[in-house]
């Protein structure tokens, strides 16, 4: 269980100015600036529940995630996680907790992660028994056993983080925070990661709570859905309800071999941008499939992509409340 | 501190100490290198020490046993203290790559991992053979009992005061991100204390005694061997070094709020 | 030239950049003198002690002529070298109508500058507090002397540091080992900078004469102390003209070989 009321986070930030003199006055005269990352937020997320928050970079979600698991004390509110005060940071509650990173590391860098796993079993006093089918589980879920005994610096960012993902589930624990796990990663290995998420949610009925800035991460994902912005959230619900009121549209960006008629492509989509070779176009969700088979079909098309709307765009019409 | 905490931190101790030492067999030369350089560094130093006294019969009116003893202990402090705590030099990437946060986020208390958490091997080896050149001068020096314990404790407070340092350098790094020059200014001075500090005049000398306690840490323990330190000396001895590692503790704990409270 | 006095220029401002660093090398330097300036100045603390053949101001001024001349010689931005052959940024270098050699010679000899400048600051300041007898130079056969061996000792350093750095070509991971060994020991030890090579029995000192490492320090501190003379300076210039020969020798031939590696390698 998870309660969050009325989170407020304010940063203090000095601001520095370059060059000599400049570096004298702001240490003269330090000008102190606030920056409000979260602005009274709320929102509470049951057990078992695996929750995506999503925002732009900078919304908040970040620091959301750190004061959850006890690295940020906040400015005022109240946060409780399982029965405990995060900020706190009692081993008891530690415990209870896990906190992956995207491309940030725990895992020892010149030896194989099997040395970091031994280190986190005993740091989280894991019974043998307990640590071995955990392991097993892992190792098998995300198929790295040939992996195990390579030190980590040999591996790809996609395999590093799947041993990541281990090392931060060895222990069990109720409540698992993941901050962008996809980001960086090739679209395989970004498959990979959130299948692994819904699977152990089900598995374990762990609660997960996952930030991203990508909508994919979270269109197959979460079913449920907090959209921060500029520190406030705009949408606490259902991500179907999300995508079918905001994200109506998809994006399909070609790249063409010849010149064409631009006045034919306005039958296919809205065309958003023309920078040649490069021709977006924005089509309604459902006849996404069908505009790009006809883009195939009768335009020079060297290369198509179809992507969601930029979560900027999608979280602008969820701000406006345009529909 | 229960003792099941106790044994909780010395065997997580154990597990990364070994995690340390496995990445040395990682880079067996490079290490071999340094390890010869270590050497090579004090032996000359010795030996020049050695010639110097020859030449000049005494330091400070120290002999010339006594010189070199003082620099045994003092390589004896350095050398230990470099073993457990090189994971200090390490701490500036881990607060930069962000990677500190999930150090906090671990049920083991964050100042132990970042001050102890990667023993350097190649120190480990250089203390047995220092330690037994320590007790075959000491014993030739004075031989007597009750010195030679005084000396062992001198030594452990001089210790005490070395963690103390260390973990102040640690809390500035939090508050600064500066970490790497204050402590080469912290190993330039502990080097002053390579000679008995009776060479230096004051002010320096008031410094080394009161405000870096170099003087506490390696001359007093070499002096009390020799039998040149009072009593109430030792005993304001033990009261500084309790000082200093309550302050440096209470440092960390106010760098980690501060983390804590700016992060982002 | 045009081209390596852009070059002298950027570097110094680099080296602005970096402020605190370099604030915190020259605190360093400081601290380090006050130790051998100690260390000296209680072994001859009687008035009229010699010892090695040095009275009290001859030895107070080979102190702060360590500091002095530290900076001249031993102050160098070389030790980047080793890091840009590992990471292979070596590859930009070679691509530019510029000597290797030559840019990282102008990029000490603007370090060297920066840190002389620093150096004659400190000295001018350690002289007030500490008030050390002091030996001026007056022969100006002696002087000149004294300049020359001042020259060829940083055209040796470079050149000995320069032959270190090039042990990534074949072992990244020896770099810092070996670069440590050679400038510490170097630095602290055989170029007189911490301890008199005077205080050594005859057999090494004579011994240490033939090999480069006096001459980057000690030999130039000499001669300005007027402690050799005539025939002895002459024959010390010699040998150390024949060390930089030597080394320049050396140098060039691990570097092409270097190069042949390098490029093999495709880092």
Aim: overall charge positive.
């Amino acid at each position: 269980m998870i309660v969050v009321e009325r989170l407020v986070k304010n940063f203090e930030v000095t601001e520095k100015k370059s060059g000599l003199v400049g570096v004298i006055h702001s240490f003269v005269f330090p000008k102190k600036k606030i920056v409000k990352a979260l602005k009274g937020i709320s929102f509470t997320i049951s057990q078992g529940e695996l929750v995506g928050f999503i925002g732009p970079n900078g919304a908040g979600k970040t620091t959301t995630l750190k004061i959850l698991s006890g690295i940020l004390f906040p400015t005022s509110g109240f946060v409780q996680v399982t029965e405990y005060t995060p900020w706190n940071r009692k081993p008891d509650f530690l415990k209870k907790i896990s906190l992956v990173m995207g491309q940030k590391n725990q895992l020892w860098w010149d030896l194989p992660a099997s040395e970091t796993f031994e280190l986190n079993r005993a740091i989280y006093e894991i019974p043998k028994k307990v640590y071995k089918e955990s392991l097993e589980e892992l190792v098998t879920l995300l198929d790295v056993r040939k992996l195990l005994t390579i030190p980590v610096r040999r591996l790809s960012l996609g395999q590093r983080m799947r041993l990541e993902l281990i090392a931060s589930l060895l222990h069990q624990p109720e409540i698992v925070f993941m901050d962008e796990p996809t980001i960086g990663l090739d679209l395989v290995a970004q498959q990979v990661i959130r299948d692994f998420v819904v699977d152990y949610n089900r598995r374990h009925k762990a609660t997960i709570l996952l930030t991203s800035h990508n909508m994919d991460d979270l269109v197959n994902l979460t079913k449920r859905v907090i959209v921060i912005n500029e520190g406030g959230i705009i949408f606490d619900g259902n991500l179907q309800e999300l995508v079918k009121s905001f994200a109506k549209e998809k994006i399909i960006r070609v790249y063409i071999s010849k010149k064409i008629d631009y006045k034919n492509l306005q039958k296919v989509g809205e065309v958003k941008e023309i920078k040649i070779p490069q021709i977006t176009l924005s089509v309604p969700r459902e006849g996404a499939a069908l505009a790009a088979s006809e883009l195939l079909q009768n335009f020079p098309v060297e290369d198509l992509t179809i992507e969601e709307e930029p979560i900027e765009t999608i979280i602008r019409k969820v701000f406006k409340g345009v529909r | 501190m229960t003792t099941r905490r106790i044994l909780y931190y010395l065997k997580i101790w154990w597990l990364m100490s070994k995690n340390s030492f496995l990445m040395f067999l990682v880079q067996k030369e490079a290490f071999a290198i340094f390890l010869f350089g270590k050497i090579l560094r004090f032996g000359f130093f010795i030996s020049f020490l050695y010639f110097l006294l020859s030449g000049s019969k005494t330091l400070a009116g120290y002999n010339t046993e006594q010189t070199i003893f003082f620099f045994l202990t003092f390589n004896l402090v350095d050398t230990i203290s470099q073993f457990l705590y090189r994971e200090v030099y390490r701490f500036r990437p881990l607060i930069v790559s962000g990677n500190f946060d999930l150090v906090l986020t671990k049920p083991v208390n964050a100042l132990f991992r970042s001050l102890a958490g990667g023993a350097d091997v190649i120190d480990l080896l250089m203390i047995p053979p220092l330690i037994a050149a320590i007790c075959f001068l000491g014993i030739k020096i004075s031989p007597n009992f009750l010195l030679i314990v005084s000396f062992v404790a001198l030594v452990l407070n001089g210790l005490l005061i070395a963690t103390a340092f260390h973990i102040a350098v640690l809390s500035l790094g939090i508050i600064t991100l500066e970490v790497d020059h204050t402590v080469m200014i912290y190993r330039d001075l502990l080097n002053l204390g390579r000679f008995p500090i009776d060479i230096y005049r004051e002010p320096l000398r008031g410094i080394l005694t009161y405000l870096v306690p170099i003087a506490i840490m390696i001359t007093l323990p070499a002096k009390a061997l020799i039998g040149l330190a009072s009593l109430k000396g030792i005993l304001v001895a033990f009261l500084i070094g309790s000082i200093s590692f309550f302050v440096s503790v209470r440092l960390w704990n106010f760098a980690l709020k501060k983390y804590t409270s700016a992060s982002s | 030239m045009k081209r390596y006095f852009t070059i002298f220029k950027i570097s110094l401002q680099q080296e602005f950049v970096y402020r605190l660093n370099f604030i915190m090398w020259r605190v360093r330097n400081v601290i380090q003198i006050f130790l051998i300036f100690f260390l000296w100045d209680s072994i001859f603390s009687a008035p009229n002690r010699v010892l090695f053949g040095y009275d009290r101001a001859k030895i107070l001024t080979y102190v702060l002529g360590i500091l002095v001349i530290k900076a001249i010689v031993f102050s160098s931005r070389t030790v980047d070298v080793s890091g840009e052959i590992s990471s292979g940024a070596l590859t930009n270098y070679l691509l530019k109508p510029v000597n290797y050699f030559y840019y990282w010679l102008t990029r000490d000899l603007s370090s060297k500058l920066l840190n002389l400048g620093f150096a004659v600051i400190e000295f001018g300041i350690l002289f007030i507090i500490l008030k050390p007898s002091f030996f001026l130079q007056t022969d100006f056969l002696v002087l000149l002397a004294f300049f020359i061996s001042l020259a060829i000792a940083i055209f040796l350093f470079f050149l000995i540091l320069f032959i270190t750095s090039f042990i990534p070509f074949w072992a990244p991971e020896l770099a810092w080992g070996a670069q440590f060994i050679v400038i510490v020991i170097i630095s602290e030890f055989l170029s007189g900078a911490l301890f008199l090579l005077d205080i050594l029995p005859k057999a090494f000192h004579e011994a240490l004469y033939l090999t480069p490492f006096p001459y980057l320090l000690f030999f130039p501190l000499e001669i300005y102390l007027g402690k050799i003379a005539g025939l002895r300076i002459v024959r010390g210039i010699i040998i150390s003209l024949l060390w930089s020969l030597v080394l320049w020798i050396l140098m060039k031939s691990i570097w092409f070989r270097g190069l042949k590696v390098y490029r093999a390698e495709g880092r």
